[in-house]
């Protein structure tokens, strides 16, 4: 039996990146598990401990996903690996945007969608119990190393028949959840200037009604989940399909036992749409509203959205009994503080529950990241921590594109929405379907900060 260790390159003391399950590595485990003779492999999954898990687990084989802010987790596991002689391959949206970054402790890079790839490089190591370059270059969408050379393969096709040849993630990986995380779908077909996502699955993509349907339906009875989150880019980009899933959920009575959230685009959000989603039982939208002025807003989002579609969207949901939730960006490069200003205004004359505000960061492969380049901000070989989107925390060492206002100026900005979106978040938070993750939130919170204030203090 080969051993596999699966690692989730993350900053283990972060409770936002610690609240979700790496549904990716899930999806990789469910298709080894469906590909190749069961008792091939034994999976573990981990984000932290790793030395302590590598020599007690005693894997064959190291899998690390990692997004850009973690990419030095990332570096730092696979040395440890390393130095235990072990095979390491590497995926998600970083490698995947920069193979380049592919360091000599990582044998192979996953770029792409990996469930098809995953079992490819499992078969070469089955038989070979090694990474040989000539097996690899048989094997589309990865980069690797021959001759001390990066070697990178020809694209792979993306996986059309999806509910065929993807399975359900393998959620023994994750245990009995009372807040549940699924995919229905891949990709967006909108390109957001500041989005790696849409770019990283390149096309839209749909799981039928059926599959989202059974997935929910096993959630529910199997693992106890009494929340589901859509985690789609844009949950109800098909209209008809959000249709039929909602009438599946109905028809079955899911929608009382079960309280779904999703993802909308404003410009999106209308009677029909919100109709549907009061009949498959969603009681919290996520919206990407990004800014209340037209002209940053068109900036980050293109024409096919305006302040209007915004205030609809909110005015249509909240009217339903939905709770509107929305993000908002500040510190696009010409922004003036008026125009932030815009943006605080629209969120305090708007009937929103939650509230995040973060400040635009450039993440390779998307139009932001090349503007930042250009400018000499970034590089393809840089210190990853720089783009932690957590500005409260990273603020000191962040990548500032605003060229109107200072990096101190900014800050105390970013705090005055921080302020305005905790007093709402406090009075949303009664009544706030969410309420259902708060002992656990408010536990990860404190235990961060903590973390973090001592750290602070022995630094000093």
Same mark, same amino acid.
């Given at each position: 039996?080969?051993?596999?260790?699966?690692?989730?390159?993350?900053?283990?003391?972060?409770?936002?990146?610690?609240?979700?399950?790496?549904?990716?590595?899930?999806?990789?485990?469910?298709?080894?598990?469906?590909?190749?003779?069961?008792?091939?492999?034994?999976?573990?999954?981990?984000?932290?401990?790793?030395?302590?898990?590598l020599q007690s687990f005693k894997p064959d084989i190291v899998g690390i996903?990692?997004?850009?802010?973690?990419?030095?987790?990332?570096?730092?596991?696979?040395?440890?690996?390393?130095?235990?002689?072990?095979? %390491?391959?590497?995926?998600?949206?970083?490698?995947?945007?920069?193979?380049?970054?592919?360091?000599?402790?990582?044998?192979?890079?996953?770029?792409?969608?990996?469930?098809?790839?995953?079992?490819?490089?499992?078969?070469?190591?089955?038989?070979?119990?090694?990474?040989?370059?000539?097996?690899?270059?048989?094997?589309?969408?990865?980069?690797?190393?021959?001759?001390?050379?990066?070697?990178?393969?020809?694209?792979?096709?993306?996986?059309?028949?999806?509910?065929?040849?993807?399975?359900?993630?393998?959620?023994?990986?994750?245990?009995?959840?009372?807040?549940?995380?699924v995919f229905s779908s891949r990709g967006c077909p909108y390109r957001c200037?500041?989005?790696?996502?849409?770019?990283?699955?390149?096309?839209?993509?749909?799981?039928?009604?059926?599959?989202?349907?059974?997935?929910?339906?096993?959630?529910?009875?199997?693992?106890?989940?009494?929340?589901?989150?859509?985690?789609? =880019?844009?949950?109800? +980009?098909?209209?008809?399909?959000?249709?039929?899933?909602?009438?599946?959920?109905?028809?079955?009575?899911?929608?009382?036992?079960?309280?779904?959230?999703?993802?909308?685009?404003?410009?999106?959000?209308?009677?029909?749409?919100?109709?549907?989603?009061?009949?498959?039982?969603?009681?919290?939208?996520?919206?990407?509203?990004?800014?209340?002025?037209?002209?940053?807003?068109?900036?980050?989002?293109?024409? %096919?959205?305006?302040?209007?579609?915004?205030?609809?969207?909110?005015?249509?949901?909240?009217?339903?009994?939905?709770? +509107?939730?929305?993000?908002?960006?500040?510190?696009?490069?010409?922004?003036?503080?008026?125009?932030?200003? =815009?943006?605080?205004?629209?969120?305090?004359?708007?009937?929103?529950?939650?509230?995040?505000?973060?400040?635009?960061?450039?993440?390779?492969?998307?139009?932001?990241?090349?503007? +930042?380049?250009?400018?000499?901000?970034?590089?393809?070989?840089?210190?990853?921590?720089?783009?932690?989107?957590?500005?409260?925390?990273?603020?000191?060492?962040?990548?500032?594109?605003?060229?109107?206002?200072?990096?101190?100026?900014?800050?105390?900005?970013?705090?005055?929405?921080?302020?305005?979106?905790?007093?709402?978040?406090?009075?949303?938070?009664?009544?706030?379907?969410?309420?259902?993750?708060?002992?656990?939130?408010?536990?990860?919170?404190?235990?961060?900060?903590?973390?973090?204030?001592?750290?602070?203090?022995?630094?000093?």
């Amino acid at each position: 039996m080969i051993k596999i260790l699966f690692i989730n390159a993350i900053n283990p003391e972060s409770e936002i990146e610690t609240r979700y399950t790496p549904l990716g590595i899930l999806y990789l485990s469910a298709s080894l598990k469906k590909a190749l003779p069961a008792g091939t492999f034994e999976v573990k999954l981990v984000n932290k401990d790793i030395e302590k898990n590598l020599q007690s687990f005693k894997p064959d084989i190291v899998g690390i996903t990692v997004v850009s802010q973690n990419f030095n987790h990332a570096i730092r596991h696979a040395k440890l690996v390393r130095k235990e002689g072990l095979p %390491t391959i590497i995926g998600g949206v970083h490698i995947s945007m920069i193979p380049e970054c592919i360091t000599e402790d990582m044998d192979v890079g996953c770029i792409g969608e990996g469930e098809l790839t995953i079992v490819e490089l499992m078969k070469v190591f089955l038989e070979h119990k090694s990474f040989p370059p000539d097996e690899l270059k048989k094997i589309d969408g990865i980069v690797f190393w021959k001759n001390g050379k990066r070697i990178k393969s020809p694209h792979k096709t993306a996986i059309k028949e999806m509910d065929q040849i993807i399975p359900h993630p393998d959620r023994t990986l994750e245990g009995p959840v009372k807040h549940a995380y699924v995919f229905s779908s891949r990709g967006c077909p909108y390109r957001c200037v500041f989005c790696a996502s849409s770019r990283y699955w390149n096309q839209v993509r749909f799981f039928s009604p059926e599959y989202v349907f059974a997935e929910v339906e096993n959630l529910v009875n199997k693992s106890g989940a009494k929340m589901i989150s859509f985690y789609d =880019d844009l949950f109800v +980009a098909n209209k008809k399909r959000l249709h039929d899933i909602a009438i599946l959920m109905e028809q079955s009575g899911l929608s009382k036992k079960i309280k779904f959230t999703c993802s909308c685009r404003s410009n999106m959000v209308n009677e029909d749409i919100v109709a549907d989603l009061q009949r498959m039982g969603v009681v919290s939208v996520g919206l990407g509203l990004e800014s209340g002025n037209p002209r940053i807003l068109n900036y980050l989002k293109g024409k %096919t959205v305006t302040i209007e579609n915004n205030r609809h969207a909110v005015k249509l949901l909240t009217s339903a009994g939905i709770k +509107a939730n929305a993000s908002f960006i500040i510190g696009s490069p010409d922004e003036t503080e008026t125009e932030m200003m =815009d943006t605080y205004n629209f969120i305090r004359k708007n009937k929103l529950s939650f509230v995040d505000i973060y400040v635009l960061t450039p993440y390779p492969g998307t139009p932001v990241w090349d503007f +930042a380049k250009s400018c000499g901000l970034v590089s393809d070989h840089m210190d990853w921590d720089r783009l932690n989107v957590n500005f409260e925390v990273n603020h000191p060492n962040a990548i500032i594109l605003s060229k109107t206002v200072s990096r101190k100026r900014l800050y105390q900005i970013y705090k005055k929405f921080r302020r305005q979106r905790l007093i709402r978040n406090i009075r949303s938070l009664t009544t706030h379907p969410m309420l259902l993750d708060l002992p656990k939130v408010a536990f990860g919170i404190a235990k961060e900060n903590l973390v973090r204030f001592f750290s602070t203090k022995r630094n000093r």
